[in-house]
């Protein structure tokens, strides 16, 4: 550390202030690809450092999940607590699909976050002033919401992808009788509806009330709480539903229901339009 501190310096004193040692390369391009002209595209440019970051985070995290399974079963039989969490008894025969739920939930808690930065682009494009640039020329406010809200689907469902192939790949390598993947990737793909709803409540306030989309993270921690520590709380049912991943129907543990499935997306949906119907008609400010 002090070596490279002393060089640091030395490197410092020999080269003009505002420019650095290495020559200039070419720079960037004079004019952006056709991808940026479309609204999807330019939501997609502004967000995809943390959407990528977030996807490498929670495919690894999945893939430790992974590599600790084997060992995991025999750990939470002889703990009440996990067994609590996970929601399985004493006398369970089968944990690793029950697990595997939890996990799945708990990373979808996190796949909430790049949800929550790609919604809230809108509104913090909109404090720096720079929304000015695009809605004062022809493009229309549906238009660009709809940009964002197409990119929220996405990330909602790629976050819940990496995790299960994150998992199954690890799993599958160390597991002597791993859960098939089919239903590790069903049972990921079950938690997509609360992170539609996540986006829909911040579409919703990015539309009416922008400065209270801070709400968004206060509900998510008491999400990840619920997910995390409800069980071992023995917190009741309708506490564990005020957020929507307490809504979920904890499958294959619990029956599937398409009815409530379809029914947390249309909610989600509905909140989008909401919000973007009120981000039509309001005014843009800094």
């Given at each position: ?20 040692l ?5 720079g ?8 940026l ?22 495919f ?16 939470i ?7 609590a ?8 025969t ?11 939930l ?18 913090s ?27 929220v689907?996405?990330?909602?469902v790629?976050?819940?992808l ?6 199954w ?7 002597t ?25 911040a ?18 921690g ?10 071992m ?8 539903r ?31 339009v909401?919000?973007?119907?009120a ?8």
């Open positions: 550390g002090v070596i490279l501190m002393v060089v640091g310096f030395a490197l410092g004193g020999l080269r003009d202030l505002g420019r650095g290495l020559g200039q390369g070419r960037r391009r004079a004019h952006g690809s056709v991808f002209g479309g609204e999807w595209g330019l939501a997609w440019r502004l967000t995809r450092g943390p959407i990528l970051g977030w996807g490498i985070a929670i690894v995290m999945a893939a430790a999940f992974g590599s600790v399974m084997g060992q995991m079963e025999d750990f039989m002889s703990n009440p607590l996990y067994q969490m996970i929601g399985v008894g004493a006398d369970a089968d944990i690793v699909a029950p697990l595997l739920v939890t996990l799945m708990i990373t979808a808690t996190m796949a909430a976050i790049p949800v929550l930065t790609t919604a809230h682009k809108l509104a494009e909109e404090r720096l002033g720079r929304m000015d640039y695009l809605l004062g020329k022809t493009v229309s406010r549906w238009r660009l919401f709809l940009g964002y809200g197409i990119l689907v996405l990330v909602a790629a976050m819940q990496l995790a299960a192939v994150g998992y790949m690890v799993a599958a390598t160390i597991m009788d791993p859960l098939p993947a089919s239903m590790v990737f069903k049972i990921a793909l079950n938690a997509v509806p609360a992170l539609i709803v996540v986006g829909g409540l579409f919703f306030l990015v539309g009416w009330a922008k400065q209270l989309t801070w709400i968004n993270w206060g509900y998510l008491l999400s990840f709480l619920m997910v995390y520590v409800g069980g709380l023995n917190l009741p049912r309708w506490a564990m005020i957020t929507p991943f307490g809504m979920l129907q904890r499958w294959p543990q619990e029956d599937f229901s398409l009815i409530l499935w379809l029914g947390m997306i249309a909610v989600g949906a509905v909140l989008a909401l919000g973007a119907t981000y039509r008609r309001r005014d843009i400010i800094n």
